[in-house]
């Protein structure tokens, strides 16, 4: 009976809709080199930040100041590689940026705690990747293998503004690769370690 008052005194459940901008970029740990036939290219991750988008649904279980706060959300996330040609033989293209964008389910599950308004957070994202716009060479037989789903965490701070509309903004970092390797049709993979971090600037409302 003292367990039930408890948590009807000061147990809450808000289910809400949330979305907002991710600004992210693409580490690679190794420089990765592909060649073809006599031309070989390195492959380097660019610190540049890229704007991606969010959209989705979250619910907050509330009691006392702690809370748990489960996601889902579509999110289209970008980053950019330079690729260098580094014999040169066309000297009219010897290095370049190629864009990469991908499509994913991202599922966050968020352990915070309220000091009045503000609010901190922290908590593990499972993502599985549903598209992806990544080759970042043209030639036969290449192409890039990418994880199906990553594990990441966040961690980030927000506000409530009259107990309905949060606003937050979060780092997102990789725990594992984004990519496992590349194929160039030799039948010998090369390893590929990137990995994608963003920052998550999220703006919801709780009904």
Do not use: C
């Not at 949330?18 to 492959?43: A, H």
């Not at 809370?67 to 999110?75: C, G, R």
């Not at 289209?76 to 066309?90: A, L, Q, R, Y």
């Amino acid at each position: 009976m003292g367990l039930s008052l408890v948590t009807v005194t000061y147990g809450q459940i808000d289910f809400g809709i949330k979305g907002g901008i991710n600004t992210g970029w693409i580490r690679m740990d190794d420089l990765v080199k592909v060649q073809d036939g006599v031309e070989e290219y390195s492959l380097e991750g660019v610190s540049n930040l890229s704007v991606g988008f969010h959209g989705g649904l979250m619910l907050r279980i509330t009691l006392f100041r702690a809370y748990l706060q489960p996601e889902i959300y579509f999110s289209s996330t970008k980053g950019e590689v330079t690729v260098k040609d580094i014999h040169g033989f066309n000297p009219d293209r010897t290095e370049w940026v190629e864009k990469l964008e991908f499509g994913r389910i991202d599922i966050p599950v968020m352990i915070g705690y309220k000091a009045g308004p503000v609010r901190l957070n922290l908590g593990p994202v499972a993502s599985i990747l549903i598209s992806e716009d990544a080759d970042l060479l043209d030639f036969e037989g290449y192409k890039e293998k990418y994880k199906t789903a990553t594990i990441g965490f966040q961690a980030g701070a927000g506000v409530d503004i009259i107990n309905k509309i949060t606003l937050d903004i979060r780092y997102e970092g990789n725990l594992s690769k984004l990519g496992d390797s590349i194929d160039i049709g030799t039948g010998d993979p090369i390893n590929l370690d990137t990995r994608a971090s963003q920052l998550v600037i999220s703006l919801g409302v709780l009904f």
